[in-house]
Nanobody, 116 residues
Framework: QVQLVESGGGLVQPGGSLRLSCAAS????????MGWYRQAPGKERELVAD???????NYVDSVKGRFTISRDNAKNTVYLQMNSLKPEDTAVYYC??????????WGQGTQVTVSS
């Protein structure tokens, strides 16, 4: 089993920045990719960005150039640096990990609200 704990959400004005962190514990050696999903009210959960154990990254088009995902394997932590935030980025952000055996693990979610 893998446990994921997120931190770093909050309220920010449009154009502002936030950094989300997700610390993994447990059977971490089974983890391949890690990433962030988000779910806004009334919408489906969507992939925001992910990063493989080798460092390859993938972003949804709406955040390219504004968000950066990174991973510190020594700390078993993945980060999402979010710049130039927009009201449409408002959502609950979930940390996700996928094991080499294709099992999925989720964090509890952290609220990000972009509003003036």
């Amino acid at each position: 089993q893998v446990q994921l704990v997120e931190s770093g959400g909050g309220l920010v004005q449009p154009g502002g920045s936030l950094r989300l962190s997700c610390a993994a514990s447990g059977n971490i050696f089974t983890i391949n990719a890690m990433g962030w999903y988000r779910q806004a009210p009334g919408k489906e959960r969507e992939l925001v960005a992910d990063i493989t154990s080798g460092g390859s990254t993938n972003y949804v088009d709406s955040v390219k150039g504004r968000f950066t995902i990174s991973r510190d394997n020594a700390k078993n932590t993945v980060y999402l640096q979010m710049n130039s935030l927009k009201p449409e980025d408002t959502a609950v952000y979930y940390c996700h990990a996928k094991s080499w055996g294709h099992s999925d693990y989720w964090g509890q979610g952290t609220q990000v609200t972009v509003s003036s």
